[in-house]
C-alpha cells in the first residue's frame, strides 16, 4: 500500500460509492457502462516525481490526441506486457552487458532501436576505437549513460533537432477524463518536460533514469509518449500517408509497432514507407492523390528486412539505401516478424569497400536465452551462396536461416561463416 497514490484511493472510493459517476470538483459526468476503473498502484513513489520539479501537466486535448495518434481512438490503453516495458540491461561488466532485455510483446522493437542507439553510442561515441571486448566492459554506471544517449538521440532527432520533450508521472492527476476517454491511471499524471539543447535532455534523462529502468515505471511507454510528444501530433499527421493513420495497430490479442513508430524511433520523421523518397504515382503511372511517404535521409542506425512468409507471397518490401546504408554501422534487423540487432565494431565498414569483402558481424536477438554476442563472418567475393540450393531433406524453407537472408538483403550473394554457432532457423 506504500506505493498506492492518495488520489487513487480518494478516487476509487468514490467510484465504489457511486459507480455511475465520476466527481471532481463538484463536477459530475456520467461514466458509459463499459467503463471500469483500472486497478490501483500501477507505480512505485521512487518513480513518481513531485509537481514541484516544474514542467508543464498534460491537458486532456494532449491525452486524447496522444491515444488517437498511437491507437486510432481514445477507449484503447496499453495492456499489461506493454506498461510492465521498460530498459533493463544485462548484468554489468558481463559477456552481454551491453545488452537490454526485450520482451516477446509489442514494446519490443521500441527496445531494440533503443539497443542499436546503445551499441553505436558505445562504440563509436568516442574517437579512440571501440571494439566487441569493450562491450563487456559496461558497468552500471556507463549502462545508464549510454541508454540516456540512446533515448535522448531519438527525442532530439524528433523534434528536429531544435528541442525535445521528455515525459514522467507526477503525483496527481492533471487533467479530469471526460465521456469519450478510457481512463488509464497513468497518462492523466503526465508531466511534459521540454529542452532547447540535446545535452540537457540527456542531462535530465540521466538524472531520472530510473523511471525508465525500473519495475514499475511503464519506461518504454514513457519514452513512447516522450517522442510522439517532442515530434507533435500536427507533424506526425503530415509525416504519414494514406496508407497509415496511426503508429500502433492491432494483431493477435497485442498492440503493435507500425513501420512509421520505426522510422520514426530510427530518423525522426514517421514515414509508413522503407523505400527512399516520395512516390507520387501508382503502379498505373496515374497521381496519387495523396503521395506515398518514404525515408528522406540517412539514419544513424540502419534497417534490414526478410520475412519468409511475404518473401512467399512476393510481399517483400524493399528496403532503400537511406535505411540499408546507415552512418553507423548497426541495423535494426526485422526477421520474420522479431526484431533484433546486427552491428560491425569497425566503422569503416560504410566507408571503404574494401572492408566489404571479409568481414565480421555482430548480432543480438534480445533474448535472455542469448547468454553470448553471435559471431558471423561475412565472405562477399570467394564463394557466392546460390539461392536454389536445400538442405538435405529438400526443403525449401530451410534452404538458409533466416538471418543469413536478412544479410544478403544489404550484400547480395554473401556467404556466411556462423564461426561455431550452430546456425538457427
Not at 551462396?385 to 538458409?400: H, I, K, L, V
Request: aromatic share 8%; with cysteine.
Amino acid at each position: 500500500m506504500s506505493d498506492c497514490r492518495l488520489d487513487d484511493i480518494k478516487l476509487q472510493q468514490e467510484v465504489n460509492k457511486n459507480p455511475d459517476r465520476l466527481v471532481d470538483g463538484g463536477k459530475e459526468e456520467a461514466l458509459p457502462p463499459c467503463r471500469t476503473l483500472p486497478q490501483l498502484c500501477s507505480i512505485p513513489k521512487r518513480l513518481v516525481i513531485s509537481p514541484s520539479h516544474g514542467g508543464t501537466p498534460v491537458t486532456p486535448q494532449l491525452t486524447e490526441s496522444l491515444r488517437r495518434i498511437l491507437f486510432g481512438g481514445t477507449f484503447h490503453v496499453f495492456n499489461y506486457e506493454w506498461r510492465k516495458s521498460v530498459f533493463q540491461f544485462r548484468e554489468p561488466n558481463s559477456e552481454l552487458s551491453y545488452a537490454l532485455e526485450a520482451d516477446q510483446g509489442g514494446a519490443r522493437p521500441i527496445q531494440m532501436v533503443v539497443q542499436a542507439r546503445i551499441i553505436k553510442h558505445l562504440l563509436f561515441s568516442s574517437s579512440d576505437g571501440r571494439t566487441l571486448h569493450s562491450l563487456r566492459e559496461v558497468g552500471r554506471r556507463d549502462q545508464e549513460r549510454a541508454l540516456a544517449a540512446a533515448l535522448s538521440d531519438s527525442l532530439w532527432l524528433a523534434g528536429q533537432e531544435v528541442s525535445a520533450t521528455v515525459t514522467l508521472v507526477t503525483e496527481d492527476y492533471c487533467i479530469t477524463p471526460h465521456l469519450d476517454y478510457k481512463l488509464d491511471n497513468f497518462t492523466e499524471k503526465l508531466q511534459l518536460f521540454t529542452f532547447s539543447t540535446k545535452e540537457a535532455v540527456r542531462s535530465f534523462i540521466l538524472q531520472h533514469v530510473r523511471c525508465f529502468t525500473e519495475e514499475g515505471g511503464h519506461g518504454v511507454i514513457l519514452f513512447l509518449y516522450s517522442l510522439v510528444c517532442s515530434r507533435t501530433v500536427d507533424r506526425l499527421k503530415e509525416d504519414l500517408d494514406s496508407t497509415t493513420s496511426h503508429l500502433l495497430r492491432f494483431s493477435l490479442e497485442n498492440f503493435v509497432c507500425r513501420q512509421a513508430l520505426l522510422n520514426l524511433l530510427m530518423t525522426g520523421r514517421a514515414s509508413p514507407n522503407v523505400f527512399n523518397g516520395t512516390v507520387c504515382c501508382g503502379e498505373d503511372g496515374r497521381p496519387l492523390e495523396r503521395p506515398l511517404q518514404g525515408v528522406l535521409s540517412r539514419s544513424d542506425v540502419g534497417y534490414l528486412h526478410w520475412s519468409r512468409e511475404q518473401m512467399e507471397g512476393g510481399r517483400l518490401p524493399q528496403v532503400g539505401s537511406m535505411l540499408r546504408t546507415p552512418r553507423f554501422p548497426v541495423w535494426l534487423c526485422s526477421i520474420n516478424s522479431s526484431h533484433s540487432v546486427l552491428f560491425s565494431a569497425s566503422r569503416s565498414l560504410l566507408s571503404d569497400w574494401r572492408m566489404e569483402r571479409l568481414f565480421p558481424l555482430y548480432y543480438y536477438n534480445g533474448q535472455r536465452s542469448q547468454n553470448a554476442t553471435t559471431t558471423l563472418a561475412v565472405d562477399t567475393h570467394s564463394h557466392h551462396w546460390e539461392a536454389p540450393s536445400t538442405d538435405s531433406n529438400g526443403d525449401p524453407d530451410r534452404r538458409s536461416p533466416s538471418l543469413e537472408m536478412t544479410i544478403r538483403t544489404k550484400w547480395e550473394g554473401a556467404a556466411i561463416d556462423w564461426k561455431g554457432t550452430v546456425p538457427f532457423y
